[in-house]
């Protein structure tokens, strides 16, 4: 971390409805700050996948310490993440997961194919190692 | 308590937040007041998704309480399903290009006790799902009761 200019690192944008976009080398960290609903979705994904193509990212990380709330539209966007960086071999972790949110993803089995972390940090040096 | 609102998707929110709130006077705990916004939510959402395709009609919510029991319905008069069945299975959508991930009616499903849902193609569908409050609180003390006494 002390190489952190070296690196690259970038955030990209304090979204305007919440939700911001951190890339940490090829890292997506999408820290979401809003309720994860259908509504929310549609502009969430498009911005993600906007960047996933523009900065040839890996790696995706959804920070959910900002959002309490999840449902059945989160799925869909987390798993169509994964579909995006799983075929270059690429992770999609979770972290600051709170009860109500890991039960949606217990229940859905999410967690056959992505990761839960406590805390970003710990998932980034995780992911980073491989 | 019934409550008429445009099918938009940032009505999906305020939908949840109301039947949220008018549950609280039984109580619930956290985890039941999740579930049922959950519930809602996948309702609604399915409301203007499927129901109102490309149009935007109206969602009508009722809400009563029987006892500790929390009945939602959740009406439209859209697009009516076509196969109730094949709607309900675990992963099936019809929209796999919004990412739908063919949950909902699972999470209906599994975070309230009953589930209804009656729909005619051209007239739309209503979902009726009811669970009981303040089970899984005294189910907890129980449990915890019968530790102290083991």
Known sequence: ?130 | MTLEFESKSQNESFARTVVAAFATQLDPTIEELADIKTAVSEAVTNSIIHGYTDTIGTITMHCIIIGNELVVEVRDMGAGIENIEKAMEPLYTTRPELERSGMGFSFMEAFMDNLEVESEIGSGTLVRMSKKIGRSQRRNEYAQEAGQKA
């Open chain 1, 1 to 130: 971390m002390q190489d952190a200019k070296k690196q690259n690192k970038m955030n990209i944008e304090k979204g305007e409805e919440g939700t911001s976009y951190d890339i940490n080398q090829r890292c997506l960290i999408i820290r979401l700050n809003e309720e994860l609903d259908h509504h929310n979705a549609i502009r969430i994904r498009e911005k993600a996948d906007k960047l996933i193509d523009r900065y040839n990212i890996k790696h995706i990380i959804f920070d959910f310490s900002g959002a309490g709330f999840m449902d059945s539209a989160g799925i869909g966007v987390i798993m169509g993440r994964y579909r995006k960086v799983i075929f270059i071999g690429g992770k999609t972790a979770v972290a600051n997961v709170n009860s109500a949110v890991d039960r949606i993803f217990r229940l859905s089995g999410l967690y056959k194919i992505i990761e839960k972390y406590d805390t970003v940090e710990t998932a980034l040096s995780i992911i980073q190692q491989n």
